[in-house]
């Protein structure tokens, strides 16, 4: 069955969107974009197939737009837009091409994230290697790519010294405990932190050797 299209209106509160009308009755509204790719036009006849197709670019392009929003605001993984969209409750097959459509533009990319979330880390709110494995892991980071990124770019050199500075500033609370208690203080601090049992013996160590 084939419908006529009667009218096309530019919608008055989005302007880069028309209402299209079928046999004179308001179907639905679709991005410029849409219009322009099916060449949609008043007179024009349409059947049920490009209908459906009609109604699919739209959907995706509403997510696309959705997508770039939420970018424009910080990096995300691409579990993290998944979850997003489907929390929007855009379709499985929807989703994917977005996804695909966003990698392919550069726009996500899961090891550029997990490089830059280390850095944020490093300088902003410091932590060691088993809790940021951990917070990528839960961002949806798959592990071959963590452990890429962390064999590429994490210096355990600089861990230490960061481990070692946090020590320091830390152990000013303990300075009026007895050795033991703040030794066994300041480890379960750096171990909550993500360092590694090494790393902390060794920062713990000299800290208070210092002392």
Not at 52 to 73: C, F, G, M, P, Q
Not at 144 to 161: H, R
């Amino acid at each position: 069955m084939k419908n006529q299209i009667t009218d096309m209106q530019v919608q008055k509160n989005h302007p880069s969107r028309l209402s299209i009308f079928l046999d004179g009755n308001f179907y639905c509204g679709v991005s410029e974009e849409v219009a322009i790719k099916h060449q949609l036009k008043k007179g024009t006849t349409i059947d049920e197939n490009e209908l459906k197709e009609l109604l699919h670019d739209e959907e995706l392009s509403n997510a696309k737009k959705y997508v770039y929003t939420i970018l424009a605001r910080r990096m995300y993984s691409s579990s993290e837009i998944r979850k997003k969209l489907k929390e929007q409750g855009y379709t499985d097959e929807i989703i994917d091409n977005v996804i695909l459509m966003m990698e392919g533009y550069g726009y996500l990319n899961d090891k550029t994230f997990a490089e830059e979330w280390i850095q944020s880390r490093r300088q902003n709110n410091p932590k060691g290697k088993i809790v940021l494995k951990r917070e990528l892991t839960q961002k949806g980071i798959e592990g071959d790519i963590i452990e890429e990124v962390f064999n590429q770019s994490f210096d355990e050199s600089q861990q230490s010294e960061i481990a070692l500075d946090m020590a320091r500033r830390k152990s000013r609370s303990y300075r009026n405990d007895d050795p033991i208690s703040a030794r066994r203080k300041l480890q379960g601090y750096l171990i909550r932190r993500g360092f590694d049992f090494e790393t902390v013996r060794n920062v713990v160590d000299k800290v208070l050797s210092e002392h």
